[in-house]
């Protein structure tokens, strides 16, 4: 629970879930993706121990999301947006190299219980534009393991996947045009209108033929399996971030919120 007046309410709940796994696995969290099959750890005792209530899963899936989203900010640079304070719930994490948009809380309740709910939205939201591509991509790596779905690791490759393609797509529209790549993060990405990326361009000038452009495109960015085909669970989808990412420009065409 969040101390009257909530201060920093990202960090207690942080400090929360560093405070549990510490005492329960005398392992203390710094923050780095390194942990997070720490994490995975801690969140497999905890659901194996006492088959949490509701409640209990929601305040795990709580202090786990919340740290788990804030791992990603420092990691690949993103922006929380705290609609309610009092409900992490609604917290969204906006990336900032590319328009990409996730709810670690609710991708963590998925973790914690190990299910799918209707109620729980995990996708990746980004740009209408994108849609196609990143839905293309992920059929391209194929399924993951019912495992790797249900783990913080596992999830962490899927979105780093989906950053690199995203991202080399805004970079080569900025290349391009002859500026710098649009710098994201503050508007919801699923309601900006961005420039039609062309995979055929992208072929030509790359070297790849015009029917498999966008394949090319997938194949070049894959970071994620082994290339073997995989069954298990579904990918929902609705690296290296470049240093420089000063553009001030607005990619939905207006004045950032």
Known sequence: MLSEGHGDPVREYCEMLVSAVKETVDYGLDYSIETL??????????????QPREEVSALIASMA???YGEVLKRRFGAQ???????DPFTWELFFTSCPLAIRP????YEIV?????DAIDSSLRTAQARQDFLYDYFEALGQVSEDEFFSFSGRTEIIMAALDLLSEIERFIA??????PVRFGKKDPSTLQLPPFDPK??????????????QSLMEALMKVGSGEENTGAEIPVVTSIPEDFSSDEDP???SHL
């Open 252 to 254: 939905g065409g207006g």
């Open 65 to 67: 999301g919340v740290y």
């Open 80 to 86: 929380w947006h705290l609609h309610d304070l009092s």
């Open 113 to 117: 219980t190990r299910q799918e709910d």
């Open 175 to 180: 290349e391009q045009k002859g500026g710098k």
């Open 37 to 50: 099959p720490v994490v995975d750890h801690y969140v497999s005792l905890a659901r194996e121990d006492s």
């Open 105 to 108: 809380v609710h991708i963590s």
């Open 201 to 214: 361009k992208y072929a030509e000038i790359y070297g790849s033929g015009v029917k498999e452009a966008k």
